[in-house]
């Protein structure tokens, strides 16, 4: 079992800036990838970005730039740096991270944050 714990969101003027961080715990050993999605009201969740246990990175086509993704494995932590915020970033931003076990099959298992409020307001 994993446990994520968001911090980071709040209320930014257009333009302006936020870090979310996302810290995790349990049996972080065996988290393979971490990331960000969020979702908007009437809307999907959608991939932010996300980062492989080798630093690989992958962000949505709507960060365009904007957005950076890092991780400290000595913390098991993931950070979300967020610049020129945008009213349409207004979402709930949720961390997941997905382990990979293996046993007599490879076993992957998702795990999510409880999210955490942006607001990007113009």
């Known amino acids: 079992q994993v446990q994520l714990v968001e911090s980071g969101g709040g209320l930014v003027q257009a333009g302006g800036s936020l870090r979310l961080s996302c810290a995790a715990s349990?049996?972080?050993?065996?988290?393979?990838?971490m990331g960000w999605y969020r979702q908007a009201p009437g809307k999907h969740r959608e991939l932010v970005a996300g980062?492989?246990?080798?630093?690989?990175?992958d962000y949505g086509d709507f960060v365009k730039g904007r957005f950076t993704i890092s991780r400290d494995n000595a913390k098991n932590t993931v950070y979300l740096q967020m610049n020129s915020l945008k009213p349409e970033d207004t979402a709930v931003y949720y961390c997941?991270?997905?382990?990979?076990?293996?046993?007599?099959?490879?076993?992957?298992?998702?795990?999510w944050g409880q999210g955490t409020q942006v607001t990007v307001y113009s």
């Open positions: 997941h991270a997905r382990t990979v076990v293996l046993r007599t099959t490879i076993i992957k298992t998702d795990y």
């Open positions: 349990g049996s972080t050993n065996e988290i393979n990838a």
């Open positions: 980062i492989t246990s080798g630093a690989v990175t």
